[in-house]
């Protein structure tokens, strides 16, 4: 493509400009080849001439590619175009994170960003690179994923100036993998990992003039894994820079821990260091700067030492740790003086107070410190000789020391660190993370400058090499021929740098020389290298040299070179410091390899020594040690070997500008590192070949406008690209096809977007045309229409006006007639009307006056009569009741003296058994008295409805003659009116009373009004008051809403900690099973290796044991204590006495019983088993005594009647075991046993009747009471009635009270005698159970005689009928049978098994269940059932955890037995729903509170485990199904060019996703949860949707944009509609949409003007402010269609939104996490327990049906 064709009229270049580097420019001429000059415009629309040298100037981008996400997909690649897309994404969409092919271009923001939550790292977990927008977290990611998929180790490489954020990227990068990773073994682990992270800032990090937390050393950090799980971690440090401890500049800082120390110097434990303010010391106060903003050095130093903690160091070693701190700042404030002007030698004053408390932290001499501060050691062959040194000498003496004990203190505290961040077990895999200094230039440059450009050197060979390999390997995979083309290789400057002869080299060998110099090393240098190309000597006649590195030329001062790579420290002090008494101190000193130093050395006195050392004592350190470039350049290879063995990836931090503002972009200082970073050089070997790359589907997405009709004919996409392709690029070497993409040069997809967007502008224009053209036609057309309907109209309009003048004119002459007519017939009609009232009026009076007459003589003889009778009537009454109640007074004496004898008789042991033999023949005479009083009450009350009828119809009719009566005074009294009106019509003429009518009309008419206008002012009054009240009721109503918003608000944050509580109550009680396992485990294995050794006990307690939930049963006797039924003592004695023969003894499969059973007799056997029961017997039997003492007094003697008689009788005598143990047992004492317990039973049974009996009289008897009790209420009830009408007679009002004082006791005793009624009825119905247990288990055991077979056979368990006609709605079972029951219904329980059951049936049978330990008075066993219950139910839910239909099976059965034990408790607020006979089925004796908390907490574990389950199933599905499938087509290929995306399709849609959710709606149903629950799980899951699609949609650039937002909103209303189609609407599931919808909304509505940005407000309702202004710098406009959004819209909208919702934090992304509190409700169960069916396949048969 000739340059002409691209360089034509309108087109945009750049051109160099010298404050912004590069500038934008408008082609006005088109260029010609040939032509010297090209016209250009800039962009304040000024002329300019550009002349063209050697090329043309580089051209623009396309708009849609600017600001993309990869630096590489750019059409064209050069230096302009990278930063012009790194400063639009920095300034306009606040992107700090941008790819440049493998390498991370990181811009400092300068301002907190809330990008780095958790809810980020998680969202970019599992996602590959190119999926979300470029971020730390993505690369980590990538780095992460290949060492988990290949084994491989991987390595971060993070690099910039001071400033530039490598500390905080290399933090972000760890707290990524330590929260991805996890932990193996060590739970603490991770935050050791993190903890390393403040220890490493404190010592290592110093505040400069560009950066205040800069690290001023390199450290790599290699991150240890396991199975994907961190294990541990390693740091290696590079080339300290130990000169800040003595010197700084201005401005600037020493390191973090001296200003930490300083800061909290008066903590008590740092009292005693002599610290003070940082001003107060030399080595941190040259800079002037003692305290850095945003820093907290005191907070610092808390971290600090909490980190020091969590890696294990102790606080003793921690303080020691800060004296050698405190006495290096000591160290610097010491004073050395001079002993004269020429300065041959000097000295410290004895006296100086800092050298006291250097010696004393120290714990050395102060003597020797000031010796070998002043002077210095030299040996030669023969002597030694202390040579005085000057004041300078001695001053860099001490600066020396202060650097080395700094730097041993680094060491220490790495090797600590790494100590503690070691694991044991070692690692597989690693990623390291190194955090290197980059390229530095600066105005004097010196040994460190060197080192770090040397480091970058490697560095940049290394990345050299590592993206040529890459850019080969694409182009091999897809096959595409490429030429090879050469890169920048920067291996002639390593070699002058490290090779033979080189800088290094000189340096090492002038630093061996005594009288080695700075100047004297720069003159071998110009003498060696002046030659290389990579070398110069600056014009200036200084010791300084230029090194050109690649990433432009240095210029290095060779003062200080010589002897800072020497790093020379006095022996003599530092024999001091080992031989002082500070272990620590020792320890440091001692890590370096040095051993002590000779004696001699140390006790040197006097001027000169005398005699000669050995050559030991010769100081060969400085010989043996290495210089400070050796040991960097041997540290430097080491780390290149480990990088080389790793898969690298890069990280480039950019700082945009010196002054530190946020989002500042600073074009000359981005430049610069840039290209020091080696980024224009990743492009220029990426633009060398095929920089832009897409896949098929991609380009066929993009660009099916450009193909025609006829290529788009074949199926294969790879043939319809070449096609095209080929007919638009008519140059093949501008593009290549691969296997799976299509590669172009640079510019080609530019030339291609333009001709897209000249298809898609004709397209427009087509469709303009045609659609103006359409309009106007229809414009006419209504037109048209609107006058011919506006003639039609008109003209109607006056013909109807000429009808209506007619009709009018006939109508008022007929009108005329009409009233004139009217008018006489009138004035006739109202004179026949006056005077034929006047006659009817005149007979009607005569009439009315006879009748009233006759009326009043028949009411008076009536009136007579009643009265007469009622006088009789009131004497007859007031005689009865007077002796009626002297009848009552004597009465109530008898009955007093009757109960007296009554009570005493009571206290009796003979009347209490006469009342038991009479309590049930009472109770069926009382229940049938209340009937006959029941018959009576109703015959009574339909008596007395009939005379209320009869009394209501006489007033009735009282009523009526009272009105007529009254309506003939009216008419008397109209009659006297009327005629007093004809006299005075007679008087005056017709006219004179018309006028005198009208006035009385006028007058009423003003009456009238005066009302009205009353009745307005009170209407308006009322409305007044109405509106006040209404207003009084809306405030009210607000604040009682706002109340109770308060109080749900607060309930569900109880709900929420109390299910948090639950939560992590499950986690911990998860955490002790696996524990209980690992031990049971253990012991397993320990016991497979040991040999068995059970006796017949044993094993017969492990058989016992393994049919119950019970830990352990060591014996029969034991377990029939613990688990017998309290329902009586015969019970548990029959079930006591159930022996367990040895013939139904499990035995292992292929073994043979054990040794020590095969001598023993089978009758020993059974002699001991009915030992051991006997034992139980009476343990049980003294228990139950014990109980009846207590509760049972006034029967005690009766009570203990059966046990007295197993007292006074021996029971092993009554069973025949009196002999001694050793002799053999014979059939005659089994049958002698089964004798004895026939003979308990009988004695029990005659017993049992005999109270039957007593009780039955005694029900008679309180029967009787009752009824005399109820008349007597009835008498006293009609005397008060009656003394009521005499109020005046007060004696009888006081025998009144007394009567009801009197009442009310007996009320008293009467309820006293109906609860003992209720007690004699529930022992009736023990007893007869009882009786009749022992007759079916006296049956049932007659078998027992042929015991004396080898093989027995077990007794049945006792059988417990119902009563006869009676369902007690219960099952019955026995402490034995509780693991059967589980097993049963919980463990092997399967619905499928059992179709057409009840979902929640195992819920009621464990319920039924329950009711019988209830009704059995057996708390402890109904608490063991629920208990197991709930076992195992968690043991179901730990194996089938990832099952949804199991979890919302439990979870319903769990809900169904809460609902159960609430509504059948004996709280009344849980009765309302139930029916008659659900009450007679209340728990009468537990009390199920503490059940309840339990299964309530149950319930909330299977609640979150059912919402965890779904999230699993529905996480993968989200973002595909909402955000990358395309229900709409056609809307994808309006996404822009650029960014990197995954070329497959998406793995889930919108109807999976959908159907998903049906699923588990449909499952939540089938197993009959509470629909309010269910509403809750899928309001739970919409808000997992909405959250992780908005989550995605913010950090998706590619997915904000107009066409996404269409697609989005359609996905949303699918959800709405599925929603309405399901019926759960109610559910709230819509409302956790809304966020979502309104990220979806605006991204479709405009956004340009001020009137935009405030709709724009309004909208965004529930976005917070951060969300929206992150969608809105994240929109990417459609090409040639939308303009791009301003940053001034953006911020007007930001303003707005925080001036309209405050400014307050706001977390960016949704936190999917989050748990809504789940409510259970109380539902009634409709199901009568009586009626429940229990399948045959659930194999309960054991369990009997009461």
């Given at each position: 493509?000739?340059?002409?064709?691209?360089?034509?009229?309108?087109?945009?270049?750049?051109?160099?400009?010298?404050?912004?580097?590069?500038?934008?420019?408008?082609?006005?001429?088109?260029?010609?080849?040939?032509?010297?000059?090209?016209?250009?415009?800039?962009?304040?629309?000024?002329?300019?001439?550009?002349?063209?040298?050697?090329?043309?100037?580089?051209?623009?981008?396309?708009?849609?590619?600017?600001?993309?996400?990869?630096?590489?997909?750019?059409?064209?690649?050069?230096?302009?175009?990278?930063?012009?897309?790194?400063?639009?994404?920095?300034?306009?969409?606040?992107?700090?994170?941008?790819?440049?092919?493998?390498?991370?271009?990181?811009?400092?923001?300068?301002?907190?960003?809330?990008?780095?939550?958790?809810?980020?790292?998680?969202?970019?977990?599992?996602?590959?690179?190119?999926?979300?927008?470029?971020?730390?977290?993505?690369?980590?990611?990538?780095?992460?994923?290949?060492?988990?998929?290949?084994?491989?180790?991987?390595?971060?490489?993070?690099?910039?100036?001071?400033?530039?954020?490598?500390?905080?990227?290399?933090?972000?990068?760890?707290?990524?993998?330590?929260?991805?990773?996890?932990?193996?073994?060590?739970?603490?682990?991770?935050?050791?990992?993190?903890?390393?992270?403040?220890?490493?800032?404190?010592?290592?990090?110093?505040?400069?003039?560009?950066?205040?937390?800069?690290?001023?050393?390199?450290?790599?950090?290699?991150?240890?894994?396991?199975?994907?799980?961190?294990?541990?971690?390693?740091?290696?440090?590079?080339?300290?820079?130990?000169?800040?401890?003595?010197?700084?500049?201005?401005?600037?800082?020493?390191?973090?821990?001296?200003?930490?120390?300083?800061?909290?110097?008066?903590?008590?434990?740092?009292?005693?260091?002599?610290?003070?303010?940082?001003?107060?010391?030399?080595?941190?106060?040259?800079?002037?700067?003692?305290?850095?903003?945003?820093?907290?050095?005191?907070?610092?130093?808390?971290?600090?030492?909490?980190?020091?903690?969590?890696?294990?160091?102790?606080?003793?070693?921690?303080?020691?740790?800060?004296?050698?701190?405190?006495?290096?700042?000591?160290?610097?404030?010491?004073?050395?003086?001079?002993?004269?002007?020429?300065?041959?030698?000097?000295?410290?004053?004895?006296?100086?107070?800092?050298?006291?408390?250097?010696?004393?932290?120290?714990?050395?001499?102060?003597?020797?410190?000031?010796?070998?501060?002043?002077?210095?050691?030299?040996?030669?062959?023969?002597?030694?000789?202390?040579?005085?040194?000057?004041?300078?000498?001695?001053?860099?003496?001490?600066?020396?020391?202060?650097?080395?004990?700094?730097?041993?203190?680094?060491?220490?505290?790495?090797?600590?660190?790494?100590?503690?961040?070691?694991?044991?077990?070692?690692?597989?895999?690693?990623?390291?993370?190194?955090?290197?200094?980059?390229?530095?230039?600066?105005?004097?440059?010196?040994?460190?400058?060197?080192?770090?450009?040397?480091?970058?050197?490697?560095?940049?060979?290394?990345?050299?090499?590592?993206?040529?390999?890459?850019?080969?390997?694409?182009?091999?995979?897809?096959?595409?021929?490429?030429?090879?083309?050469?890169?920048?290789?920067?291996?002639?400057?390593?070699?002058?740098?490290?090779?033979?002869?080189?800088?290094?080299?000189?340096?090492?060998?002038?630093?061996?020389?005594?009288?080695?110099?700075?100047?004297?090393?720069?003159?071998?240098?110009?003498?060696?290298?002046?030659?290389?190309?990579?070398?110069?000597?600056?014009?200036?006649?200084?010791?300084?040299?230029?090194?050109?590195?690649?990433?432009?030329?240095?210029?290095?001062?060779?003062?200080?070179?010589?002897?800072?790579?020497?790093?020379?420290?006095?022996?003599?002090?530092?024999?001091?410091?080992?031989?002082?008494?500070?272990?620590?101190?020792?320890?440091?000193?001692?890590?370096?390899?040095?051993?002590?130093?000779?004696?001699?050395?140390?006790?040197?006195?006097?001027?000169?020594?005398?005699?000669?050392?050995?050559?030991?004592?010769?100081?060969?350190?400085?010989?043996?040690?290495?210089?400070?470039?050796?040991?960097?350049?041997?540290?430097?290879?080491?780390?290149?070997?480990?990088?080389?063995?790793?898969?690298?990836?890069?990280?480039?931090?950019?700082?945009?500008?010196?002054?530190?503002?946020?989002?500042?972009?600073?074009?000359?200082?981005?430049?610069?590192?840039?290209?020091?970073?080696?980024?224009?050089?990743?492009?220029?070997?990426?633009?060398?070949?095929?920089?832009?790359?897409?896949?098929?589907?991609?380009?066929?997405?993009?660009?099916?406008?450009?193909?025609?009709?006829?290529?788009?004919?074949?199926?294969?996409?790879?043939?319809?690209?070449?096609?095209?392709?080929?007919?638009?690029?008519?140059?093949?070497?501008?593009?290549?096809?691969?296997?799976?993409?299509?590669?172009?040069?640079?510019?080609?997809?530019?030339?291609?977007?333009?001709?897209?967007?000249?298809?898609?502008?004709?397209?427009?224009?087509?469709?303009?045309?045609?659609?103006?053209?359409?309009?106007?036609?229809?414009?006419?057309?209504?037109?048209?229409?609107?006058?011919?309907?506006?003639?039609?109209?008109?003209?109607?309009?006056?013909?109807?006006?000429?009808?209506?003048?007619?009709?009018?004119?006939?109508?008022?002459?007929?009108?005329?007639?009409?009233?004139?007519?009217?008018?006489?017939?009138?004035?006739?009609?109202?004179?026949?009307?006056?005077?034929?009232?006047?006659?009817?009026?005149?007979?009607?009076?005569?009439?009315?006056?006879?009748?009233?007459?006759?009326?009043?003589?028949?009411?008076?003889?009536?009136?007579?009569?009643?009265?007469?009778?009622?006088?009789?009537?009131?004497?007859?009454?007031?005689?009865?009741?007077?002796?009626?109640?002297?009848?009552?007074?004597?009465?109530?004496?008898?009955?007093?003296?009757?109960?007296?004898?009554?009570?005493?008789?009571?206290?009796?042991?003979?009347?209490?058994?006469?009342?038991?033999?009479?309590?049930?023949?009472?109770?069926?005479?009382?229940?049938?008295?209340?009937?006959?009083?029941?018959?009576?009450?109703?015959?009574?009350?339909?008596?007395?409805?009939?005379?209320?009828?009869?009394?209501?119809?006489?007033?009735?009719?009282?009523?009526?003659?009272?009105?007529?009566?009254?309506?003939?005074?009216?008419?008397?009294?109209?009659?006297?009116?009327?005629?007093?009106?004809?006299?005075?019509?007679?008087?005056?003429?017709?006219?004179?009373?018309?006028?005198?009518?009208?006035?009385?009309?006028?007058?009423?008419?003003?009456?009238?009004?005066?009302?009205?206008?009353?009745?307005?002012?009170?209407?308006?009054?009322?409305?007044?008051?109405?509106?006040?009240?209404?207003?009084?009721?809306?405030?009210?109503?607000?604040?009682?809403?706002?109340?109770?918003?308060?109080?749900?608000?607060?309930?569900?944050?109880?709900?929420?900690?109390?299910?948090?509580?639950?939560?992590?109550?499950?986690?911990?009680?998860?955490?002790?099973?696996?524990?209980?396992?690992?031990?049971?485990?253990?012991?397993?294995?320990?016991?497979?290796?040991?040999?068995?050794?059970?006796?017949?006990?044993?094993?017969?307690?492990?058989?016992?044991?393994?049919?119950?939930?019970?830990?352990?049963?060591?014996?029969?006797?034991?377990?029939?204590?613990?688990?017998?039924?309290?329902?009586?003592?015969?019970?548990?004695?029959?079930?006591?006495?159930?022996?367990?023969?040895?013939?139904?003894?499990?035995?292992?499969?292929?073994?043979?019983?054990?040794?020590?059973?095969?001598?023993?007799?089978?009758?020993?056997?059974?002699?001991?088993?009915?030992?051991?029961?006997?034992?139980?017997?009476?343990?049980?039997?003294?228990?139950?005594?014990?109980?009846?003492?207590?509760?049972?007094?006034?029967?005690?003697?009766?009570?203990?009647?059966?046990?007295?008689?197993?007292?006074?009788?021996?029971?092993?005598?009554?069973?025949?075991?009196?002999?001694?143990?050793?002799?053999?047992?014979?059939?005659?004492?089994?049958?002698?046993?089964?004798?004895?317990?026939?003979?308990?039973?009988?004695?029990?049974?005659?017993?049992?009747?005999?109270?039957?009996?007593?009780?039955?009289?005694?029900?008679e008897g309180l029967h009787l009471d009752i009824c005399s009790l109820k008349q007597l209420s009835q008498q006293q009830a009609a005397l008060i009635q009656d003394l009521q009408r005499h109020q005046g007679q007060e004696g009888l009002q006081h025998h009144v009270l007394q009567l009801k004082e009197e009442n009310w006791e007996l009320a008293q005793k009467l309820e006293k005698q109906e609860r003992t009624t209720l007690k004699l009825q529930k022992q009736l119905r023990a007893y007869a159970k009882q009786i009749q247990e022992f007759t079916v288990k006296r049956e049932a055991t007659g078998p027992v005689q042929k015991l004396a077979a080898p093989a027995v056979v077990v007794s049945q368990s006792p059988v417990i009928p119902s009563l006869a006609g009676l369902s007690q709605a219960m099952l019955a079972w026995r402490m034995e049978d509780e693991g059967?029951?589980?097993?049963?219904?919980?463990?092997?329980?399967?619905?499928?098994?059992?179709?057409?059951?009840?979902?929640?049936?195992?819920?009621?049978?464990?319920?039924?269940?329950?009711?019988?330990?209830?009704?059995?008075?057996?708390?402890?066993?109904?608490?063991?059932?629920?208990?197991?219950?709930?076992?195992?139910?968690?043991?179901?839910?730990?194996?089938?955890?990832?099952?949804?239909?199991?979890?919302?099976?439990?979870?319903?059965?769990?809900?169904?037995?809460?609902?159960?034990?609430?509504?059948?408790?004996?709280?009344?607020?849980?009765?309302?729903?139930?029916?008659?006979?659900?009450?007679?089925?209340?728990?009468?004796?537990?009390?199920?509170?503490?059940?309840?908390?339990?299964?309530?907490?149950?319930?909330?574990?299977?609640?979150?485990?059912?919402?965890?389950?779904?999230?699993?199933?529905?996480?993968?599905?989200?973002?595909?199904?909402?955000?990358?499938?395309?229900?709409?087509?056609?809307?994808?290929?309006?996404?822009?060019?650029?960014?990197?995306?995954?070329?497959?399709?998406?793995?889930?849609?919108?109807?999976?996703?959908?159907?998903?959710?049906?699923?588990?709606?449909?499952?939540?149903?089938?197993?009959?949860?509470?629909?309010?629950?269910?509403?809750?799980?899928?309001?739970?899951?919409?808000?997992?949707?909405?959250?992780?699609?908005?989550?995605?949609?913010?950090?998706?650039?590619?997915?904000?944009?107009?066409?996404?937002?269409?697609?989005?909103?359609?996905?949303?209303?699918?959800?709405?509609?599925?929603?309405?189609?399901?019926?759960?609407?109610?559910?709230?599931?819509?409302?956790?949409?809304?966020?979502?919808?309104?990220?979806?909304?605006?991204?479709?509505?405009?956004?340009?003007?001020?009137?935009?940005?405030?709709?724009?407000?309004?909208?965004?309702?529930?976005?917070?402010?951060?969300?929206?202004?992150?969608?809105?710098?994240?929109?990417?406009?459609?090409?040639?269609?939308?303009?791009?959004?301003?940053?001034?819209?953006?911020?007007?909208?930001?303003?707005?939104?925080?001036?309209?919702?405050?400014?307050?934090?706001?977390?960016?992304?949704?936190?999917?996490?989050?748990?809504?509190?789940?409510?259970?409700?109380?539902?009634?169960?409709?199901?009568?327990?009586?009626?429940?069916?229990?399948?045959?396949?659930?194999?309960?048969?054991?369990?009997?049906?009461?």
């Amino acid at each position: 493509m000739a340059a002409g064709d691209l360089y034509v009229q309108g087109a945009w270049v750049w051109i160099p400009d010298c404050v912004e580097v590069w500038r934008v420019a408008e082609v006005t001429r088109g260029y010609k080849e040939g032509d010297a000059i090209l016209y250009l415009r800039l962009e304040d629309g000024s002329a300019l001439a550009y002349p063209i040298e050697s090329q043309l100037p580089p051209l623009c981008n396309p708009d849609c590619l600017s600001g993309a996400d990869d630096l590489v997909a750019l059409s064209y690649l050069h230096e302009p175009a990278v930063l012009h897309s790194l400063r639009r994404r920095f300034l306009e969409a606040n992107a700090i994170y941008t790819y440049c092919g493998v390498i991370l271009v990181a811009i400092n923001p300068y301002k907190p960003l809330p990008i780095y939550e958790e809810e980020v790292i998680y969202a970019y977990s599992g996602h590959e690179i190119g999926d979300m927008d470029p971020h730390i977290f993505a690369l980590a990611e990538e780095a992460y994923k290949q060492m988990v998929r290949f084994g491989k180790n991987q390595s971060l490489i993070i690099s910039g100036e001071s400033g530039a954020g490598k500390t905080a990227s290399a933090k972000y990068a760890m707290r990524y993998f330590t929260t991805v990773g996890g932990c193996l073994c060590d739970s603490s682990m991770e935050e050791k990992v993190l903890a390393s992270s403040p220890i490493m800032e404190a010592f290592g990090n110093a505040r400069t003039t560009r950066n205040d937390n800069s690290s001023r050393f390199g450290k790599y950090i290699e991150i240890g894994f396991s199975q994907a799980r961190v294990t541990g971690a390693t740091i290696k440090t590079y080339l300290l820079e130990k000169s800040r401890v003595t010197f700084h500049a201005k401005a600037e800082r020493n390191y973090h821990i001296f200003y930490q120390l300083c800061a909290s110097a008066t903590l008590p434990e740092l009292q005693g260091l002599g610290l003070r303010g940082a001003e107060s010391f030399h080595y941190t106060s040259q800079g002037q700067c003692t305290a850095a903003q945003n820093t907290n050095d005191v907070a610092d130093l808390d971290s600090t030492r909490h980190a020091f903690s969590l890696l294990g160091v102790p606080e003793a070693n921690q303080l020691e740790l800060f004296s050698i701190l405190a006495a290096i700042l000591h160290l610097g404030n010491i004073v050395v003086r001079g002993r004269d002007r020429r300065g041959d030698g000097c000295f410290v004053e004895p006296a100086d107070k800092a050298l006291g408390l250097f010696c004393t932290l120290l714990g050395v001499e102060a003597s020797q410190v000031m010796r070998w501060l002043c002077h210095r050691k030299l040996v030669t062959a023969g002597e030694t000789y202390l040579k005085p040194l000057s004041r300078q000498q001695a001053l860099d003496s001490r600066d020396a020391l202060a650097k080395h004990m700094y730097g041993q203190v680094f060491r220490w505290m790495v090797s600590r660190v790494n100590r503690a961040l070691r694991s044991p077990e070692g690692h597989r895999t690693s990623i390291g993370i190194l955090d290197i200094y980059g390229f530095e230039m600066f105005e004097l440059n010196s040994f460190e400058q060197f080192c770090i450009n040397y480091a970058n050197e490697k560095l940049q060979q290394l990345f050299n090499l590592h993206v040529f390999k890459l850019e080969q390997e694409e182009y091999v995979a897809e096959e595409v021929p490429w030429v090879f083309v050469d890169f920048c290789d920067n291996q002639p400057c390593i070699e002058l740098i490290e090779g033979r002869l080189g800088i290094l080299d000189l340096l090492n060998e002038e630093c061996k020389m005594p009288q080695g110099s700075d100047g004297s090393w720069a003159q071998k240098l110009y003498q060696t290298h002046l030659s290389s190309s990579h070398f110069q000597k600056p014009k200036r006649p200084t010791d300084a040299f230029v090194v050109c590195h690649f990433a432009g030329k240095v210029e290095y001062q060779c003062d200080g070179f010589v002897e800072k790579n020497r790093d020379a420290v006095p022996e003599e002090l530092v024999g001091l410091l080992r031989a002082s008494k500070s272990a620590l101190l020792a320890e440091l000193f001692l890590e370096e390899g040095d051993g002590p130093t000779s004696l001699q050395s140390r006790r040197s006195s006097g001027p000169r020594m005398a005699g000669r050392p050995s050559r030991r004592s010769l100081p060969n350190s400085q010989k043996s040690k290495k210089s400070i470039s050796s040991q960097f350049k041997a540290s430097l290879k080491r780390l290149m070997e480990m990088l080389g063995s790793t898969t690298p990836h890069y990280i480039r931090c950019i700082k945009p500008n010196d002054g530190k503002q946020p989002f500042v972009f600073d074009s000359r200082r981005a430049v610069e590192q840039l290209r020091a970073c080696g980024v224009l050089e990743t492009i220029r070997i990426s633009a060398s070949g095929y920089p832009s790359r897409w896949t098929y589907q991609e380009f066929l997405e993009r660009y099916r406008a450009l193909v025609s009709r006829e290529e788009l004919m074949d199926t294969d996409e790879k043939q319809i690209c070449s096609l095209a392709l080929e007919r638009l690029l008519q140059d093949p070497s501008k593009y290549q096809c691969g296997k799976s993409k299509v590669f172009f040069r640079a510019g080609q997809v530019a030339y291609l977007e333009e001709l897209r967007y000249r298809r898609l502008r004709s397209a427009c224009v087509l469709l303009q045309r045609h659609l103006r053209g359409w309009l106007a036609r229809m414009r006419f057309q209504r037109a048209r229409v609107a006058a011919v309907c506006l003639q039609r109209h008109a003209r109607g309009m006056l013909a109807r006006r000429f009808t209506r003048m007619l009709r009018r004119t006939r109508a008022a002459v007929t009108l005329q007639k009409t009233l004139r007519m009217v008018l006489a017939r009138r004035s006739y009609l109202r004179v026949r009307r006056a005077v034929i009232t006047i006659q009817a009026f005149a007979r009607g009076m005569f009439a009315r006056r006879l009748y009233q007459q006759m009326v009043w003589h028949q009411k008076a003889v009536v009136i007579q009569a009643a009265v007469r009778g009622w006088l009789a009537r009131t004497h007859y009454t007031h005689l009865r009741r007077t002796v009626i109640y002297l009848q009552c007074c004597y009465r109530r004496v008898q009955a007093r003296r009757e109960l007296r004898w009554l009570r005493i008789k009571a206290r009796s042991v003979e009347h209490y058994k006469q009342l038991h033999k009479g309590m049930e023949i009472k109770v069926i005479q009382l229940q049938c008295r209340l009937d006959e009083q029941a018959q009576e009450k109703q015959r009574l009350a339909e008596q007395l409805s009939g005379l209320n009828a009869a009394h209501a119809e006489e007033v009735q009719r009282l009523r009526a003659e009272m009105q007529q009566l009254r309506e003939d005074a009216a008419r008397d009294a109209q009659v006297q009116q009327l005629q007093e009106r004809l006299a005075e019509l007679e008087k005056h003429s017709v006219k004179s009373c018309l006028g005198q009518e009208v006035e009385e009309l006028r007058q009423r008419l003003a009456e009238v009004e005066a009302v009205k206008l009353q009745l307005g002012e009170e209407r308006d009054a009322l409305i007044q008051r109405m509106l006040e009240q209404s207003q009084d009721l809306e405030e009210q109503h607000q604040r009682a809403a706002r109340e109770s918003q308060g109080l749900l608000q607060e309930l569900e944050e109880e709900r929420a900690r109390y299910q948090s509580l639950v939560q992590e109550y499950a986690r911990l009680e998860q955490g002790y099973e696996n524990l209980r396992d690992e031990v049971a485990f253990y012991r397993q294995s320990t016991l497979r290796r040991s040999l068995s050794s059970e006796s017949f006990l044993g094993s017969e307690s492990s058989y016992l044991s393994s049919m119950s939930t019970a830990p352990s049963r060591d014996g029969s006797d034991q377990q029939a204590e613990a688990s017998g039924d309290t329902g009586g003592d015969s019970v548990g004695l029959e079930e006591g006495w159930q022996p367990v023969p040895e013939g139904l003894q499990p035995q292992p499969s292929g073994e043979a019983p054990l040794k020590s059973s095969v001598g023993q007799d089978p009758f020993e056997k059974a002699y001991l088993l009915l030992l051991g029961q006997f034992n139980a017997v009476n343990e049980e039997l003294a228990r139950t005594r014990e109980e009846l003492r207590r509760s049972k007094a006034p029967v005690e003697l009766e009570e203990r009647k059966p046990l007295d008689f197993f007292k006074r009788r021996n029971i092993a005598e009554m069973l025949g075991l009196g002999r001694s143990p050793g002799k053999v047992v014979v059939d005659d004492d089994l049958k002698h046993a089964y004798d004895a317990v026939q003979v308990a039973n009988r004695l029990l049974a005659s017993q049992l009747r005999e109270e039957k009996q007593q009780h039955e009289e005694e029900v008679e008897g309180l029967h009787l009471d009752i009824c005399s009790l109820k008349q007597l209420s009835q008498q006293q009830a009609a005397l008060i009635q009656d003394l009521q009408r005499h109020q005046g007679q007060e004696g009888l009002q006081h025998h009144v009270l007394q009567l009801k004082e009197e009442n009310w006791e007996l009320a008293q005793k009467l309820e006293k005698q109906e609860r003992t009624t209720l007690k004699l009825q529930k022992q009736l119905r023990a007893y007869a159970k009882q009786i009749q247990e022992f007759t079916v288990k006296r049956e049932a055991t007659g078998p027992v005689q042929k015991l004396a077979a080898p093989a027995v056979v077990v007794s049945q368990s006792p059988v417990i009928p119902s009563l006869a006609g009676l369902s007690q709605a219960m099952l019955a079972w026995r402490m034995e049978d509780e693991g059967r029951i589980i097993k049963a219904v919980i463990t092997d329980y399967k619905p499928q098994s059992s179709p057409g059951a009840l979902p929640d049936l195992p819920a009621y049978i464990l319920f039924l269940c329950f009711r019988h330990a209830d009704h059995c008075c057996d708390e402890p066993r109904a608490r063991s059932l629920l208990d197991a219950a709930i076992s195992a139910i968690k043991r179901v839910m730990k194996k089938h955890s990832d099952d949804f239909d199991v979890v919302a099976l439990w979870l319903a059965n769990t809900c169904r037995l809460l609902n159960c034990l609430r509504q059948y408790s004996q709280d009344e607020t849980y009765w309302q729903g139930n029916t008659v006979r659900q009450n007679e089925h209340r728990l009468q004796n537990v009390d199920p509170q503490s059940s309840c908390c339990s299964l309530g907490a149950l319930a909330v574990q299977l609640y979150q485990q059912l919402i965890r389950t779904a999230e699993k199933r529905l996480k993968p599905m989200i973002v595909a199904a909402m955000l990358e499938s395309e229900p709409i087509q056609g809307l994808s290929s309006s996404c822009p060019p650029g960014h990197r995306r995954s070329s497959a399709a998406p793995a889930h849609t919108l109807p999976e996703l959908l159907q998903q959710l049906g699923s588990f709606h449909a499952a939540l149903d089938r197993h009959g949860l509470a629909p309010s629950v269910g509403h809750q799980v899928l309001r739970q899951l919409f808000f997992l949707i909405s959250g992780t699609t908005l989550n995605y949609l913010l950090l998706r650039k590619d997915t904000c944009s107009w066409s996404c937002g269409i697609q989005l909103r359609y996905n949303i209303s699918q959800l709405e509609q599925w929603l309405r189609a399901e019926g759960l609407q109610q559910s709230g599931a819509c409302e956790v949409l809304e966020p979502l919808v309104q990220a979806a909304q605006l991204l479709q509505v405009k956004k340009v003007t001020e009137e935009d940005a405030g709709a724009l407000c309004s909208l965004c309702t529930v976005l917070s402010t951060q969300q929206v202004v992150k969608i809105l710098r994240a929109y990417t406009p459609a090409v040639g269609l939308e303009e791009r959004i301003s940053p001034s819209f953006i911020s007007s909208v930001e303003k707005k939104l925080q001036d309209q919702y405050g400014g307050g934090p706001s977390q960016l992304l949704v936190d999917t996490s989050h748990l809504f509190p789940v409510h259970l409700p109380f539902t009634t169960s409709p199901l009568h327990l009586d009626e429940l069916r229990i399948p045959d396949a659930l194999n309960l048969a054991f369990l009997i049906r009461l």
